[in-house]
Structure formats: structure tokens, C-alpha cells
């Protein structure tokens, strides 16, 4: 830095110091010329007019330098007017100087220095804007079972039940949708959680096969509740892996869930894993209402939710982070969700490169 610094120094004094030179011997060659041109007229005129060689020769010069340095002191104040624009928040002015010398270097750098400091005022807006839709999410979502846990409890505070059925129901639609706060809360602190940079991954040693065959026997009660068939597609063959176990478990989990959720019923929910050398895939397919293009395309924003009309009898709706989660998870792991959309069949993809080994003695990413 400081190399270039004393290289762009040199360079400018240099010219600095030819531009001198050339006004000297120019302004010299222009004095000799006229007083040789004089001299042919009248020698005893020069004689007379010597006294004036010295003024007249420093004019020549002062106006030879000006001539050269024109253009440099031009540009110098372009660049001081173009400065002061973009210093009064017009950071979309550019400076137009098209040299190749220090100069030019100087007004290429102020432009990419304005454009640099557009995008981060860009990106500080955007993460401003995030930070209002995350706050106006939390917000709303948590409002409802809130409201719901108050209303109950006002109407056991004041006896407004009418038997002991009415009490028992009361206590447990307050226990419901405190489980339900509980559990969005749940998903706010592992969303912000995994997006944060220093997120860990605690990698050990696991089957994949025997991961998922674990939350197949879960869910299956689940889903017979919820009219749906759960088909798994697993094989036998282990596929081992180093993995974060129970953050994998995380993501699948949120896929399912989300597809008991919104499948049509009666239906198929079907969990099939594939493995190679290389990478290792779990799908996760069922039946639901078909989306539009723009509702695909935020399926995966926080908070979103593709359809905020629909209730499912036994399962509460969440925070619209579920989707958001499971991505961040398999992101960390180096892998990617995708999904396939047509005709409402839905194909959830999670992909990862397989790790025989522990990448990092620390397990820190």
C-alpha cells in the first residue's frame, strides 16, 4: 500500500517537474526567436529592449505552464465537484475522467468508492427492512395464541364454565396454545440461532437409514390421526455418515410436519432416501393444493405462508419458519432443499455431501 502510495507520488512529481521543463525551454526558444528576429530588424533596438528579456521570458512561461497544466487542474476540480455531489448523498453521479495517469486512477477509484458505498447503504436498508418484517412477523404470529391463553384464563378466573366438561376443555385449549407458543418461540430462537455466523455444528458419526426409519415410527401415529398413509422407501443398507444428529433430525422433521400439514386427505406422504459416493438424498413427496409461481418462489421466506386460510384439525399451524429452518440447516452441512412443484405433487429434496471423515478437529464452521 504504502509502495503504491510512494510510486503514485513519484509519478506525479515527475510530471510535474517535465511540464516545468518543457515551459522553461519553451518559453526560452520564444524569447531567443523574438529577440533574434529583433536583432535582424534593429540591433540597437535589442539593445533597448534588453531590459524587458527578463519580464517578458517569465510571461512565456507562466503562460506555457498554465497551457500544460490546464487539463490537470481541470480534471483536479472535476474531481473536487464530483467529490462534493457525492458527499451530499447522490451517490448515483459519476465521475467522467478519461486519463490513464494518477488522475484517471483517482476518479476510477471515487466511482467504485461510490458504488461500494451504494450497495452496503442498499444492504443496510434491506437488513433494516428484514428486521421490521422479522419484528411484524414475531408480532402477529404470536398474538393469536397469546390472545387465546388470556381469554381462557380470564374465563377460569371468573368461573364462566358451565360443568366440570366445560373446565377440563377450557384447561386444555390453554395448555394447547401455550404448548403452541412455546413451540413457535422454539423455532424463532433455532431460525436466528442458524443464521448466525457463529453457528456449530457438532459432527458425529451416524445412519442416515436408521435416522430416518426413528422419525417414520414417529410420525406414523401422526399421520393415520390425520387420514394420511406414511410409505417409506428407505432399504436396508446403512448409510453412514458424519453429520449433526440432531439438527438433521431438525430438518427432516420440519419437512414432514409440513407435508402432514398440507397434504389432501386421505393421501400418501412418502419419505425415500438415495445415496452414492458423493452425496446422500432424502425426498420427502405428498399431495397438496398447487401453488402459484410467485408462492413457490417464497416458499422458503421466513414467515411466509402459503396459505393462510387452511387449518388442520390436530395439528397447530406454525410461524412460517419451518421450511426457512430446515434450509439453514442442510446449508450448513454444505448441502441444499429443493423443491419440485407439478400439478400439486410435491417433492421436498434435502442433498448433502457424504463425510467419512471429521472435517474439522473442532467441529466449528
Not at 467529490?83 to 467522467?96: F, P, T, W
Not at 422479522?134 to 397469546?146: A, K, N, Q, V, Y
Not at 396454545?177 to 433455532?190: C, G, I, N, T
Not at 390421526?225 to 449433526?244: C, F, H, R, W
Request: net charge neutral; charged share 20%.
Amino acid at each position: 500500500m504504502m509502495g503504491n502510495l510512494f510510486k503514485g507520488t513519484r509519478k506525479i512529481q515527475i510530471s510535474i517537474l517535465l511540464i516545468s521543463m518543457i515551459s522553461f525551454f519553451s518559453a526560452l526558444l520564444m524569447t531567443s526567436s523574438i529577440q533574434y528576429v529583433i536583432y535582424k530588424i534593429n540591433p540597437y533596438l535589442l539593445i533597448n529592449l534588453a531590459y524587458f528579456s527578463v519580464p517578458f521570458f517569465t510571461v512565456l512561461f507562466v503562460l506555457v505552464f498554465w497551457a500544460l497544466t490546464r487539463r490537470m487542474v481541470t480534471d483536479l476540480i472535476t474531481l473536487e465537484q464530483g467529490l462534493h455531489i457525492m458527499s451530499e448523498g447522490n451517490l448515483d453521479y459519476r465521475v467522467s475522467i478519461r486519463r490513464r495517469d494518477e488522475i484517471g486512477r483517482v476518479a476510477i477509484n471515487i466511482n467504485l468508492m461510490a458504488e461500494r458505498l451504494k450497495r452496503q447503504i442498499v444492504k443496510e436498508r434491506e437488513a433494516e427492512r428484514s428486521k421490521m418484517e422479522l419484528i411484524t412477523g414475531i408480532s402477529h404470529d404470536l398474538r393469536t395464541p397469546l390472545t387465546s391463553i388470556i381469554g381462557y384464563i380470564d374465563l377460569l378466573k371468573t368461573e364462566s364454565f358451565q360443568s366440570k366438561e366445560e373446565y377440563t376443555r377450557f384447561l386444555q385449549n390453554t395448555s394447547n396454545k401455550a404448548v403452541h407458543l412455546k413451540k413457535m418461540l422454539d423455532d424463532l430462537f433455532d431460525y436466528t440461532r442458524l443464521t448466525a455466523k457463529e453457528t456449530q455444528l457438532h459432527l458425529e458419526s451416524i445412519d442416515v437409514t436408521k435416522l430416518l426409519a426413528q422419525l417414520y415410527f414417529e410420525f406414523e401415529p401422526l399421520a393415520q390421526e390425520q387420514g394420511l398413509v406414511l410409505d417409506s422407501k428407505l432399504g436396508q443398507t446403512p448409510i453412514i455418515t458424519y453429520a449433526d444428529n440432531e439438527k438433521l433430525a431438525r430438518a427432516i422433521d420440519n419437512l414432514l410436519m409440513n407435508a402432514l400439514k398440507y397434504s389432501i386427505k386421505p393421501g400418501i406422504v412418502s419419505i425415500e432416501l438415495n445415496g452414492d459416493d458423493d452425496h446422500i438424498r432424502v425426498t420427502i413427496k405428498n399431495r397438496g393444493n398447487s401453488l402459484t409461481q410467485e408462492q413457490e418462489n417464497r416458499l422458503f421466506e421466513r414467515f411466509y405462508k402459503a396459505d393462510q386460510a387452511r387449518s388442520t384439525e390436530g395439528l397447530q399451524t406454525g410461524a412460517g419458519l419451518g421450511l426457512a429452518i430446515a434450509r439453514n440447516i442442510i446449508e450448513l452441512h454444505e448441502g441444499s432443499l429443493t423443491l419440485q412443484h407439478n400439478n400439486g405433487i410435491f417433492a421436498f429434496t434435502l442433498q448433502w455431501p457424504v463425510q467419512t471423515s471429521l472435517p474439522y478437529p473442532s467441529n466449528k464452521l
